[in-house]
């Protein structure tokens, strides 16, 4: 991606890994932060520019009152049924892959931020996002705690966050690709040390980069 910022850093991890969250304090520290998992939710608003699609395909049973998908309802059908994931997929990712990588070419052209994380939660699976990243930022903990920690701030069963992990990659298949890794194994103070240290080595990283393009 040509650009006046020269590092995309493409930040992924399991579900409740911690990725929010270590996006968050990267933005604190002045990153530019472009998350799939925002776009995809401003794109099934009630406004969202996958509506017409997904009603046309799902029917409006899939609505909440106000307009906007039923995230749960989908989520349920989508697990009942592969091939309704398959359309809905088919539907999304498109648009979430055209609308985040237009967002990173913004960012990076704005040239405000020393340079941008883009926050894909299925960035190994899909392999979609490859070539728009420089490198991979893994964020791991225990599959425990990630259990632990997505049914404590959601409604979801054990089972549940067992069935949405078993769609994702393992922790040793994400581990195996990361460029960086992040532990978010202990407290939140913990993970701030490792944010840092990164937050240093990716302004060091675009500054050469950067310098290499414009030889
Ligand atoms: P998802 O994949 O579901 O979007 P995520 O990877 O973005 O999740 P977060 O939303 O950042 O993960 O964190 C999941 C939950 O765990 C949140 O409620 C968050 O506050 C909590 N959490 C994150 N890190 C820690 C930590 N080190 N200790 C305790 N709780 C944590």
């Known amino acids: 991606m040509s650009s006046a910022v020269s590092l995309i850093v493409g930040l992924t991890g399991g579900i409740g890994s911690g990725k929010t969250s270590v996006a968050d304090r990267f933005a604190e520290l002045g990153a530019a932060v472009v998350d799939t998992d925002v776009i995809a939710h401003e794109l099934t608003s009630a406004q969202g520019a996958a509506m017409p699609a997904i009603i046309q395909t799902f029917g409006g049973g899939v609505l909440q009152k106000d307009g906007q998908l039923d995230r749960a309802a989908m989520r349920r059908l989508c697990f009942s049924d592969p091939a309704m994931r398959n359309s809905l997929e088919a539907i999304l990712h498109p648009l979430i892959r055209s609308e985040s990588v237009a967002r990173c070419r913004r960012e990076a052209n704005a040239d405000h931020a020393p340079y941008v ?18 490198r991979i930022l893994v964020v791991d903990c225990d599959e425990t705690q990630q ?68 030889v």
């Not at 259990?147 to 979801?156: C, D, G, K, T």
Request: charged share 25%.
């Open 117 to 134: 994380l883009l926050v894909v939660p299925l960035l190994i699976e899909s392999g979609a996002y490859h070539e728009h990243i420089d």
């Open 147 to 214: 259990i632990a920690r997505v049914m404590a701030r959601s409604a979801l069963s054990e089972k549940e966050v067992h069935d949405i992990m078993a769609t994702q990659a393992s922790r040793a298949q994400r581990l195996a690709v990361a460029d960086d890794v992040l532990s978010n194994t202990g407290a939140r103070d913990e993970l701030l040390i490792g944010i840092q240290a990164l937050h240093r080595r990716y302004i060091e990283l675009g500054r050469r980069a950067g310098v290499t393009e414009h």
